[in-house]
């Protein structure tokens, strides 16, 4: 594979000028471009650059308003809800987590019912971007059907990632982001373009079969849950608590709706923030990490968010798949 050299500097300006050409503003440039850049930096490769085409597609087919802003409201003191209006859902994020913030502080719980925005996104900016204010975060989100439930070869659920991060005082948090599929489908296009095999289990082809070939899932076929069974019911709660209970549209739902442009649907989100310093007693922290200290004693642990946290220390350039560079390029 061809790759080309790229300073963050440069990830940035190149994400940013094509949004730009592409009907955003400043504003919503500035925060997509950070957000991918971030992800390059942090080795989130799947949610980088290589999204950026598929943000273009919405963008350009009207489907997505570079433009607009959410509109947010408080309905009860622990409970907000945001109407994204079709607006990125990383806008309607940096606008209304603040507020989530502040609420769960004062209440020691709060929600964030996110509705109408294009998450396409890594989740844990958010539930990290939480913790950093010393806060539990859970975070949801549905997509269009790509999963299929145990038991079945055709899709229902979508990939339904769920992120989780915990606060740690003079520490970085505890962050994971995973997808309830056994692979992201953004994983799965990655090694389609790369070439790579993934593991057996990963889905299946068109005919219900199961396969090693990416593109044999990505191009027809089906993603499976991780887990069987136990992934799939933790799918179904996703759905539930990103589609019925934030007033938004299940996956099929979503799929029925939209212009199938390549570009990221319309949907809901669910963020749940909690207090530790209200919950708990004033040792919370120091528990919490004699437990993390138990977890590394026990052999090769890894905490989740450490290789993320590892990763953004380098501030030198990155490998970028050259044809994935020349492709955006020919958007701006």
């Avoid at 913790?131 to 539990?136: H, M, N, R, S, T």
């Avoid at 593109?215 to 709660?237: N, T």
């Avoid at 608590?241 to 939209?258: H, I, P, Q, R, W």
Wanted: charged share 25%; aromatic share 6%.
């Amino acid at each position: 594979m061809a790759t080309v050299s790229l300073s963050l500097d440069e990830i940035y300006k190149l994400a940013n000028k094509t949004l730009l050409a592409n009907g955003c503003d400043q504003e919503t440039a500035d925060i997509l471009s950070e957000l991918i850049t971030n992800a390059e930096r942090d080795g989130s490769l799947s949610h980088g650059l290589f999204r950026l085409p598929a943000y273009v597609s919405g963008l350009k087919s009207g489907k997505i308003n570079g433009k607009q802003k959410p509109d947010i409201k408080k309905l009860t003191p622990s409970v907000i809800k945001a109407d994204g209006k079709n607006c990125l859902a990383p806008v309607v994020l940096n606008k209304s987590i603040p507020e989530l913030v502040k609420a769960a502080k004062e209440n020691g719980v709060a929600v964030l019912a996110i509705i109408n925005s294009h998450h396409m996104a890594a989740m844990w900016p958010e539930t990290e971007k939480i913790a950093e204010e010393g806060l539990v975060a859970f975070a949801c989100t549905s997509y269009k059907p790509a999963v299929a439930p145990a038991g079945a070869i055709k899709p229902l659920f979508g990939t339904n990632p769920i992120s989780f991060a915990w606060p740690r005082k003079n520490n970085t948090p505890v962050v994971y982001d995973m997808a309830t599929a056994s692979m992201a489908m953004g994983e799965v296009q990655v090694a389609k373009r790369e070439g790579h095999k993934v593991p057996l289990g990963t889905g299946l082809t068109k005919d219900g079969k199961d396969t090693t070939d990416p593109a044999k899932i990505a191009d027809g076929g089906v993603l499976l849950p991780f887990g069987g069974y136990k992934g799939s019911g933790i799918a179904m709660m996703v759905e539930l608590l990103a589609g019925a209970l934030v007033g938004d549209n299940f996956s099929y739902e979503t799929a029925a709706k939209d212009n199938n442009d390549g570009g990221p649907p319309s949907g809901g989100e669910f963020i749940l923030a909690i207090s530790p310093d209200k919950l708990s007693d004033k040792d919370w922290d120091k528990h919490a990490n004699e437990f993390f200290e138990k977890m590394k004693s026990m052999g090769e642990v890894r905490l989740p968010g450490e290789r993320r946290h590892k990763n953004r220390l380098d501030k030198g350039p990155r490998n970028i798949n050259e044809e994935l560079v020349n492709k955006i390029r020919s958007l701006s």
